[in-house]
């Protein structure tokens, strides 16, 4: 096989001497390793010799070609280890390394409160006000016990106790402020023709599984992103197939059952085979994908989206009016059923 990675000569059984005994051609080659499929040493004319792996992504016929390092700085038990995690993902449908790019893109992309404070300042305020430096100062002041928390993570009662601390004082936390405009609330509601289009995509592997399955059981369970993406193994009971919200992780403090059925069962089902414990959806690094992260997966994916834009809170509200249209239906039925029977009692179903 001839590629920009040179002809490959032949396959053996790579061990530290004959990877030492290969000797440069005037045009580069490789030796596949006979332990792990996709793995070769890329020799260029210079000598340089470098881990050169391809494999193919299943379901989306994409075919990735990287390398892994200089096998001086790279052993060769390194070299197939990362090889086994690249091609084991590709083999469940999984792009590893661009997942890992997302990943490293969402943590630069992430301020802390001292952070985005300067990016304030010198955006909005330097230049304009000759008190830049004192605001700056006193916001830092006014806000130290979270300046050094991603703003991200930083949720209203984190506010509230640093207002209420203000207040304990004696002091006015609003004096001076000016009342600002609420805007217009948003009410996107995806049609059924969207939903179509956008499962479709989400089938197509636009996604990786993570990412996709947690917005397929948000249009499915009406759930918030942020209680999927964080479910765990423990939350779910097996025997009634249910999922109980604890209320440590519920906005309003209190526990939610989730009956699972249909499709919504099949994809925990099938995380449950693999997870016993612990964190359904994590990204490679381990760390719990969070509402945040999924906002990103979509963010830069948005000139591909099949739909106009919208927010994953989108589909909760989508979830939700649909299920009230179709209570008052059902609520329309039952008085015409009623109706008609000569005014005999009946039943309103609720949904």
């Known amino acids: 096989m001839a590629s920009g990675s040179g002809r490959t000569r032949g396959t053996v059984s790579l061990t530290h001497r004959s990877i030492e005994a290969f000797r440069p051609a005037e045009a580069p080659y490789r030796i596949s390793d006979q332990r792990c499929i ?18 193919r992504i299943r379901g989306s016929g994409k075919v990735r070609r990287v390398s892994l390092g200089r096998v001086a700085d790279v052993s060769l038990e390194k070299a197939r280890e990362r090889a086994n995690e690249l091609t084991s993902a590709a083999r469940a449908g999984r792009d590893l390394i661009a997942e890992e790019e997302e990943s490293r893109a969402a943590a630069a992309s992430r301020l802390t409160i001292e952070k985005l404070i300067e990016l304030y300042v010198r955006r909005r305020v330097a230049g304009r006000l000759r008190t830049a430096k004192e605001i700056e100062s006193r916001l830092k002041r006014a806000l130290s016990p979270i300046l050094h928390r991603y703003a991200g993570e930083i949720r209203r009662r984190d506010i509230r106790e640093l207002l209420d601390a203000v207040a304990e004082r004696g002091l006015d936390a609003t004096a001076g402020l000016k ?18 289009a956008f499962w479709k995509w989400l089938d197509s592997g636009a996604l990786p599984f993570e990412p996709a399955d947690i917005l397929k059981l948000e249009l499915l369970t009406g759930a918030r992103c942020g209680e999927i993406s964080g479910l765990s193994a423990e939350e779910i009971n097996r025997n009634e197939w249910t999922w109980t919200l604890p209320a440590a992780r519920s906005k309003n403090k209190r526990p939610r ?17 693999n997870i016993q414990a612990g964190p359904l959806f994590t990204a490679e690094t381990g760390t719990v994908l969070t509402a945040a992260h999924i906002g990103h997966y979509l963010l830069v994916r948005r000139d591909k989206l099949p739909i106009e834009k919208f927010t994953t809170h989108d589909l909760r509200r989508t979830v ?30 609720g949904v």
Do not use: C, F, N
């Not at 020799?43 to 050169?52: E, H």
């Not at 059902?330 to 015409?336: G, W």
């Open 257 to 273: 059952v989730t009956p699972l059925v249909g499709v919504a069962r099949q994809i925990i089902e099938a995380r449950l085979s």
């Open 179 to 196: 009342g600002y405009d609420p805007g217009t609330p948003r009410d996107r509601v995806l049609t059924v023709q969207e939903i179509e």
């Open 320 to 349: 939700a009016t649909m299920l009230t249209e179709m209570g008052i239906a059902l609520d329309l039925v039952a008085a015409v059923v009623g109706h008609e029977a000569g005014g005999k009692e009946t039943r309103t179903l």
């Open 38 to 55: 996709g793995l070769a040493v890329r020799v260029a004319p210079s000598g340089l010799k470098t881990w050169d792996l391809a494999y």
